[in-house]
Structures are given as structure tokens and as C-alpha cells.
């Protein structure tokens, strides 16, 4: 069946460092992705989304890149710090999934100072 | 803004018991969503609600899960009788309205369930 999975299940980095998380999907009729960060004992948190008429959209240290030839969606954390540790997932919802979200498994983001 | 709300946070069961979620969503969002969560994994929708309707529970194993929002705000979900692979944590998550308008889901807490 369709998935959305990670490349990497942990990722270690520096603080003040940049981190790239990335995520691979399958579905092609993907329209819509959304990276979720969630903190232990915690519900996901929404960070950023992006439709797929985009290739790139930038929040608050964060960037979202949407290659839809690949199917590769990564997310981009600026200057790294200790309290963007967490597990983070992406998710999609595909055109014709009832606008359910699919998730893959997450990252784990470890920020050592 | 208040978030969704859910309890309890934490339910120990032995396997064949029941087993019964809350959850408060945001106020004024129409679409509820539950989540099975089990550890090292992503959620995976369970059931998914627009106001008081069904608008799919594909993935709900309904021979022991059951789920209601009666008046289209708080919802329960029920386990009867539990297994141990039910182990996991429950996500209750809501939106304004699905589809093509505003579409990001908040996220209640969780329930973690463990069944013994």
C-alpha cells in the first residue's frame, strides 16, 4: 500500500547548528504534507504545512522543500536549539484518502549543546 | 484558546477488560479524529468525525472498538475487550472543517493505554 516513511530514525546535531529531517511518500496523489514535532508525553504539534502546487515554504526557522519528481519532502531547522529536540513525523493526506493524514514513523532530533 | 482536552492520561487494564477514552475538542471545530499511537510509530487514524457523522473509520477494528459524538462535540472511544497489542497511546485530535479549508489538526495529550 501507500506509505510515507523516513530516511533517518535519529539525528543528532549540534546547537546552533542547521538540521535537515527528511521523508520520503509515495503516494503521487498527495496534495497536502505537514511536518508534526512531538515532544515526549506530548500530542504531535503542528510546525508547517505545504500543498503540492508549492516546492518550498518557509516559517519561523523552518523550511519546508516539497520535491514532487523524487517524492522527497524535508524539513529545515535554523540555528538548532535545545528545545527543538523531539520526534518528528511528516505527514500527508492524499486527494482521495477522506483528507485523512497518513504519518510516518518520525525522527528522532537530539540537539547537544 | 483552550486545547483539546483528554482524559484520563494513563488506564492499566488486564487483557478481555473495557475500556473507555474522552475527548474535548476545540470549540467550534466540526471534524474529531482518533489516533492509535503505538510506541516507535506515527499515529495511524482510527476514526475520523465531521460534527456528529461518520466520515471514515476504514481503519477501526470494529469487532472490539467502538466510538460515538453523540452531539458533535465530545466523543468516546471504546475498547471491549482489550488486547494486548491495544498498547499504545490514544490521540484525539480536531480541525475546523476538513477537506479543502482550514485543515490543521490540533492534538489533545493522548490517553497512554497499557494492557496487561
Known amino acids: 500500500g501507500e506509505s510515507v516513511g523516513l530516511h533517518l530514525p535519529t539525528l543528532s546535531v549540534q546547537e546552533g547548528d542547521n538540521s535537515i529531517i527528511n521523508c520520503a511518500y509515495s503516494?503521487?496523489?498527495?496534495?497536502?504534507f505537514i511536518w508534526y514535532k512531538q515532544e515526549s508525553g506530548k500530542g504531535p504539534q503542528f510546525i508547517i504545512d505545504?500543498?503540492?502546487?508549492?516546492d518550498k515554504r518557509q516559517g519561523q526557522r523552518v523550511t519546508v522543500l516539497l520535491n514532487k519528481t523524487v517524492k522527497h519532502l524535508s524539513l529545515q531547522i535554523a540555528a538548532t536549539q535545545p528545545g527543538d529536540s523531539a520526534v518528528y513525523f511528516c505527514?500527508?493526506?492524499?486527494?482521495?484518502?477522506?483528507?485523512?493524514?497518513?504519518f510516518g514513523k518520525g525522527t528522532s532530533l537530539l540537539v547537544t549543546p | 484558546e483552550a486545547g483539546v482536552a483528554q482524559s484520563p492520561r494513563y488506564k492499566i487494564i488486564e487483557k478481555r477488560q473495557s475500556v473507555a477514552f474522552w475527548c474535548n475538542p476545540i470549540?467550534?471545530?466540526?471534524?474529531l479524529y482518533w489516533y492509535q499511537q503505538i510506541l516507535g510509530q506515527g499515529p495511524k487514524l482510527l476514526i475520523q468525525?465531521?460534527?456528529?457523522?461518520?466520515?471514515?473509520d476504514s481503519q477501526l477494528p470494529k469487532d472490539r472498538f467502538s466510538a460515538e459524538r453523540l452531539k458533535g462535540v465530545d466523543s468516546t472511544l471504546k475498547i471491549q475487550p482489550a488486547k494486548l497489542e491495544d498498547s499504545a497511546v490514544y490521540l484525539c485530535?480536531?480541525?475546523?472543517?476538513?477537506?479543502?479549508?482550514?485543515?490543521?489538526?490540533?492534538f489533545g495529550p493522548g490517553t497512554r493505554l497499557t494492557v496487561t
Open positions: 505545504i500543498r503540492s502546487n508549492m
Open positions: 485530535a480536531s480541525s475546523l472543517v476538513s477537506g479543502g479549508g482550514a485543515y490543521e489538526q490540533y
Open positions: 470549540s467550534g471545530h466540526a471534524t
Open positions: 505527514a500527508e493526506r492524499g486527494a482521495n484518502s477522506g483528507y485523512a493524514l497518513n
Open positions: 468525525f465531521q460534527n456528529n457523522g461518520v466520515v471514515d
Open positions: 503516494n503521487s496523489a498527495s496534495d497536502y
